[in-house]
């Protein structure tokens, strides 16, 4: 299993930019679709408290939204968990 995990969706904008973030730090990631999978948006809301797509996690680390996770790219957060995970960017 992936060490990145985003909850998605095939239309949601954010998600793609969330996406598009990890394919050019060359970040593999596990990808579930809540719009093709019964049953796992409710997974994801229980876990995060959240409904919206995408909804990130780097390790046991709860990153957020699309907008968390540009956050902690600029401000460098984001490498440090990913290094923490033993991801190496």
């Not at 985003?6 to 954010?14: A, V």
């Not at 990890?22 to 409904?51: A, C």
């Amino acid at each position: 299993m992936s060490k990145v995990v985003m909850y998605t969706t095939g239309i949601c904008p954010f998600c793609i930019m969330a996406k598009r973030i990890f394919d050019d730090m060359k970040v593999p990631y596990e990808e579930i679709r809540v719009d093709k999978h019964l049953g796992k948006r409710e997974e994801m809301m229980e876990i995060t408290n959240r409904r919206t797509v995408p909804q990130v996690f780097i390790g046991d680390h709860y990153v957020g939204g699309c907008d968390d996770m540009q956050d902690a790219l600029r401000s460098g957060q984001l490498n440090l968990w990913l290094k923490e995970a033993g991801i190496y960017v």
